[in-house]
Every structure is written in structure tokens, then in C-alpha cells.
């Protein structure tokens, strides 16, 4: 019999609007999905000046960038009946920038803390800077078990950072999907007839979208009906330092090469359900971002969980995942190959519809309740002290 456990998760919450919050309670309800007897608490970190009302779950609140605040909460933590803490890293969450130091909080909150802790790094860059290399190190070294989630990610750990805890191996989870109703859902949306290729998440100049933009005339000159769906409302971020500027380029790029009408906008913070149901409704999803150590993307994630046709830029995750004939790779900042592979999917039914079968054949595995459970597997062998059977065979738990 299974016992009673506790869990503390240290992450942004929603509503914070940041892909590693909404990727944290995601995860929570796959746990809870895994185990409905898991007791589950937040320490949520709040951008400076924030003031938002979170759900009762929320049991602690960290101010971003205040050392202290992060050695407070995980003092409280400690005093807690918490029997593991399962904390979300990304730099910016947990450090700030000083005339070209980084200040680690992580570290701070990893020293005050005296539960077993589980450490998932979603950035692990593959050329760190010494700064980076420093912080990750130390993460590791104060956590009981370390998370990636793609095999290259563990990979770099080992070999350019030097860790010798093993890494673990959970991939980024996925809402469960049927991939059916392209039809029915092209028509509720004022989609009917079109060809739609679609990018979904926050909007920012690290996404490469201009890109696509530029493919658009070759698109529409072999597909008339293609139209571009870019989802998602800008990067909270980028729209308070520089407002709807990006967006605005993309706008202009569309003038420019003459395809207006084939580029449209979903300018808004979207439920899971309508960025399932868009995800649905298209035939080509596209991933150009632009950074090549990239080594999570929860976008795609999603596409490949809804049996998506999937066009990217070779970044380490798309690598990995679309490897199979899972996925068409392109060069970065290369329209003309977005184009090539675009039209050629829309163009050839059967390739299409074997890129949807083998991206949902592998997206299947990794849905929510799935990883939920692969978390909880490890947290209940780091709350018993066992973290060193995962290390025996830890590439993927299941």
C-alpha cells in the first residue's frame, strides 16, 4: 500500500502567465491524476511588484530577484509536514543580473532547505558560461535527484558541466488527445477550406516566426487556400519593455512580401482546451526557433501529441524527437527550406498523414498522467532515501 505523500512544488504559478508555471500545474495534475491521494502545495515566485490572487494551493509566495524571500520560503518548507520538494528551474527565475555577475538564488533556497529535493532544469545550455556552469553544479550537487527532459539534456550534464549524479529522464508531458475533428473544428473556427500551418505559444523574437512569414509567398503561390496562424499572446516580458513591437515587424514583413490575408493572429492567452482545439484544426505545424541549444519545447510536445505534420529548425529537442521520420527538419533562418517542406506536405496526403502517425505514436507515451506518474515514481524513492536505485537504470522511469 502506497503511503500518504506530500509534495511542495517550487515553480511561477498560474495565473502567472509563463510557460514554466503552466507547465508546473500541468504536471501537479498529472501527479494527482497518478495518485489522487498526493497532498500537493506551491511555493509560487511572483515577478517584482506583482499582486495576484492564487488558488488555495498556494501555500508560500517567493519575491523574485530577493534573496532572502527565496531563504525564507524554504526555511518554511523545511518547518512543513512536505516530504519531497519538486522545484522547476530556469535561470531567470531563480537569479538576477548585476553588472555581469549572476546572483544564484538557487543556491539560496537549496541551502536553507533540509527536504529531499527533486531538481528539473529545463535549460541546460550546451556552451554554458562559467556563471551557468557554476549554478547548475551546485543545483545538482543540493538536490537529491536531478530531471531533464530529453536524453541530450542528460547527456550535456555529464559531459560539458561535469555531473556526476545521474540524470534522470522524464519528457515534457502532454495534455491526452484524440486527433480527430480537423474538419468539424476548421469550420467552428471560420477555417473551412484552408490549408492552415500554425505556430502556438508566447510570442517572442526568439521564435523565429519572420521567418515563416517570408515562406508564405512560395506557400500560397503552390497552396492559395494556406493561411498562418500565429497563437498566443506576446511574452509578458517583451510587452513591458518593448510592447507590441515584434509583432508589429511581423505585421510589416506580411506587407511587405504581399500575403496579408494569409497571416492571422490569435492574440490571446488561450485555456489548454482552445490551443488543443486549434492544434487539431491544422495541417502543418511549425516550429523556426531560433536558438540551437534549445533542449525543451513544450509547443512541440503538444504537436506531437496531437499527430501534428511538424516542420522545424533542427534545435537540440526537435533533434531528438523528430528523429524516425517523425518530423521534416530545416536549416534556421532559411524560408525558402520552410517553404520546400510545407508545400511539400500539403501536397502529398500520404506523407502528411505518415508524419501524423508517427508523431502521435510517439506522442501517446508521454501524456500527463503518464509523466505524472514517472514523477511521482521518483519522488517516492528520493522521499525514502532511495534516489541511488534510480541512478542504477535512470534514463527514463517508468
Not at 45 to 66: C, G, K, L, N
Not at 120 to 127: K, Q
Not at 249 to 261: F, H, K, N, P, Y
Not at 288 to 307: C, N, R
Amino acid at each position: 500500500m502506497k503511503c500518504l505523500m506530500r509534495v511542495a512544488f517550487v515553480s511561477s504559478a498560474v495565473p502567472r502567465r509563463c510557460g514554466i508555471a503552466t507547465f508546473t500545474a500541468d504536471l501537479a495534475a498529472g501527479v494527482r491524476a497518478a495518485d489522487p491521494s498526493v497532498r500537493v502545495q506551491f511555493a509560487a515566485i511572483d515577478e517584482p511588484f506583482a499582486a495576484r490572487t492564487y488558488a488555495t494551493d498556494v501555500s508560500w509566495r517567493i519575491a523574485q530577484e530577493d534573496p532572502a524571500a527565496y531563504a525564507a520560503v524554504a526555511r518554511a518548507v523545511s518547518r512543513s509536514a512536505v516530504d519531497v520538494v519538486n522545484l522547476q528551474h530556469e535561470f531567470g527565475l531563480y537569479g538576477v543580473w548585476h553588472d555581469g555577475r549572476y546572483d544564484d538564488h538557487l543556491r539560496v533556497f537549496l541551502d536553507a532547505c533540509t527536504k529531499p529535493t527533486v531538481t528539473t532544469f529545463h535549460t541546460v545550455p550546451p556552451v554554458p558560461e562559467p556563471w551557468m556552469l557554476t549554478s547548475i553544479r551546485d543545483a545538482a550537487d543540493r538536490s537529491a535527484a536531478v530531471v531533464v527532459m530529453s536524453a541530450t539534456g542528460a547527456r550535456l550534464l555529464r559531459e560539458v558541466y561535469g555531473i556526476s549524479k545521474v540524470p534522470v529522464v522524464i519528457e515534457h508531458g502532454m495534455p491526452v488527445i484524440e486527433p480527430h475533428g480537423r474538419r468539424r473544428l476548421k469550420r467552428a473556427l471560420a477555417m473551412e477550406d484552408r490549408s492552415v500551418v500554425s505556430t502556438f505559444g508566447l510570442v517572442d523574437p526568439r521564435k523565429g516566426l519572420e521567418y515563416v512569414v517570408r515562406a508564405l509567398p512560395e506557400i500560397v503561390a503552390r497552396h492559395p487556400r494556406a493561411l498562418y496562424l500565429v497563437i498566443g499572446q506576446t511574452h509578458p516580458e517583451l510587452l513591458r519593455r518593448q510592447g507590441e513591437a515584434y509583432r508589429n515587424s511581423l505585421i510589416d514583413t506580411a506587407r511587405q512580401v504581399g500575403v496579408t490575408e494569409q497571416l492571422r493572429f490569435v492574440n490571446e492567452y488561450l485555456t489548454q482546451r482552445e490551443i488543443v482545439e486549434y492544434l487539431l484544426a491544422t495541417d502543418v505545424y511549425v516550429t523556426p526557433y531560433l536558438d540551437p541549444g534549445q533542449i525543451t519545447s513544450g509547443t512541440l510536445a503538444y504537436a506531437l501529441g496531437a499527430g501534428k505534420a511538424i516542420v522545424s529548425t533542427p534545435y537540440l529537442h526537435a533533434r531528438e524527437v523528430l528523429a524516425a521520420d517523425r518530423g521534416i527538419l530545416v536549416p534556421f533562418r532559411d524560408a525558402l527550406a520552410i517553404a520546400g517542406a510545407v508545400s511539400g506536405i500539403l501536397q502529398d496526403p500520404l506523407r502528411k498523414r505518415g508524419l501524423e502517425e508517427r508523431a502521435y505514436g510517439y506522442g501517446r507515451a508521454t501524456t500527463w498522467p503518464a509523466i505524472g506518474a514517472q514523477v511521482l515514481t521518483l519522488m517516492r524513492h528520493v522521499a525514502a532515501g532511495r534516489e541511488h536505485e534510480v541512478a542504477a537504470a535512470p534514463i527514463l522511469i517508468a
